[in-house]
């Protein structure tokens, strides 16, 4: 089994700050990326920012300059701290893992954690 779990979404005025986390555990062989996805309502998903095993970061032209995403496939674990939110931030956010694991190689994929962007 493996498992891919997120948490720190929540409310939020516009401009200000949160910090979303999230691990991965089970039968994990390695992982090769870890980053964030959103989607807002009627839209589709879209990546937010990701980092590779070899410690590469790539951003969405969105979020650049206000999101950083960092983290530790090794460890299994990545954050991306959110500042300046706007409104148009808002959506569920999805942590994703690209996992060599006992049954394969494929994407994992968290449950999501809202964030609202509202004063």
């Known amino acids: 089994q493996v498992q891919v779990v997120e948490s720190g979404g929540g409310l939020v005025q516009p401009g200000g700050s949160l910090r979303l986390s999230c691990a991965a555990s089970?039968?994990?062989?390695?992982?090769?990326?870890m980053g964030w996805y959103r989607q807002a309502p009627g839209k589709q998903r879209e990546p937010v920012a990701g980092i590779t095993s070899g410690g590469s970061a790539n951003y969405a032209d969105s979020v650049k300059g206000r999101f950083t995403i960092s983290g530790d496939t090794a460890k299994k674990v990545v954050y991306l701290q959110m500042n300046s939110l706007k409104p148009e931030d808002a959506a569920v956010y999805y942590c994703?893992?690209?996992?060599?694991?006992?049954?394969?190689?494929?994407?994992?994929w968290g449950q999501g954690t809202q964030v609202t962007v509202s004063s």
């Open positions: 994703n893992a690209y996992i060599v694991s006992f049954y394969g190689t494929r994407d994992y």
């Open positions: 089970g039968s994990i062989v390695s992982i090769n990326t």
